[in-house]
């Protein structure tokens, strides 16, 4: 079994920074992409940013240069850095891994979800 926790979300004024974590547990062999996405109530699920087991990474255009993804391979744990924040950035965000567990299975995971709210 596999699980991803996240954990940082909360209430930040517009301009504001959080720093968003997820840490991937369980009967783990190897991780290949991780990533975060994150959507807003009334709308669809979207790509926040990508990062390969590698360190290459994809961001949407509108976190480019104010979100940086990063991760801790021995850790299973992928970070996001979220700087001046902006009030269109409220959303639940989710984290995302590409698994292959230590029984051969390869799958993708999603965690539970924490919510952000920017807002004065």
């Not at 909360?10 to 190897?30: E, K």
């Not at 994150?38 to 709308?43: F, I, S």
Request: aromatic share 10%; hydrophobic share 30%; proline share 2%.
């Amino acid at each position: 079994q596999v699980q991803l926790v996240e954990s940082g979300g909360g209430l930040v004024q517009p301009g504001g920074s959080l720093r968003l974590s997820c840490v991937a547990s369980g009967s783990i062999f190897s991780i290949n992409a991780m990533g975060w996405y994150r959507q807003a109530p009334g709308k669809q699920r979207e790509l926040v940013a990508t990062i390969s087991s590698g360190g290459s990474t994809n961001y949407a255009d509108s976190v480019k240069g104010r979100f940086t993804i990063s991760r801790v391979n021995v850790k299973n744990t992928v970070y996001l850095q979220m700087n001046s924040l902006k009030p269109e950035d409220t959303a639940v965000y989710y984290c995302n891994a590409d698994i292959r567990t230590r029984y051969g299975l390869g799958a993708n995971y999603w965690g539970q979800g924490t919510q952000v709210t920017v807002s004065s």
